[in-house]
């Protein structure tokens, strides 16, 4: 399988609680919902096309407890996303995590670099992280992320957990599409080709 990071970020690079006041409120992030305001059925209709391509799923902890919170609940009815999230293989990574009642869902420790990649091997179509920032963020940084799919909203929102660390590892891609929806929301589509190339410029002058 491919494994595709799939985020919603602000323009400044937030990815924390984008859905609501109360999505996550770690660490005393009062902004959430920045997202909302910029939805609309074109923007719906990518999500569910991506999550179209997911034959499982890869969460860190924290995002892990926030779906297995809110999906189970959800009408399929109402939300179609709901039926491949409950019903898709689910793998979290943590250390700390000992008991998973979203089923179908395996537990990641120790190694979890050399089980993601164990997971890479299974035959399927797309891995699909969403959320979970800081572990797409380690796992781009050492090399395992194929895709990277971004939403950026046109919002700036000053606070919050950002998707890429201060004095991260560079990452080099290929834009692979770009749009923006009626709403605003830039959607970008990457191709992670390893590490980033580097160059100088030198201007021509006049005479």
Avoid: C
């Amino acid at each position: 399988m491919r494994l595709i990071l799939q985020e919603f970020l602000s323009l400044d690079g937030v990815v924390q609680g984008p859905g609501s006041p109360d999505e996550d409120t770690s660490d005393g992030f009062a902004r959430g919902g920045w997202l909302v305001p910029h939805m609309d059925e074109e923007f719906l209709n990518v999500v569910m096309g991506w999550l179209e391509g997911a034959d499982a799923f890869l969460f860190g902890r924290r995002t892990y407890e926030n779906f297995a919170r809110d999906w189970p609940t959800m009408d399929p009815a109402e939300d179609p996303a709901a039926t491949k999230l409950n019903g898709l293989p689910k793998y979290v990574a943590s250390h700390s995590l000992t008991e998973a009642t979203w089923e179908p869902t395996t537990i990641l420790s120790g190694d979890v670099f050399a089980q993601v990649a164990e997971l890479k091997r299974l035959p399927g179509r797309e891995l699909q992280i969403h959320g979970s920032a800081r572990l797409g963020a380690s796992l781009l940084a050492a090399g395992l992320v194929d895709e990277l799919r971004l939403m950026v909203a046109p919002v700036v929102v000053g606070d919050g957990r950002r998707l890429f660390p201060e004095h991260g590892v560079p990452s080099g891609l290929r834009l692979r599409s770009n749009r923006t929806t009626p709403g605003g929301i830039t959607v970008q589509e990457y191709e992670v080709v390893g590490t980033a190339e580097y160059g100088s410029y030198e201007g021509g002058g006049g005479s």
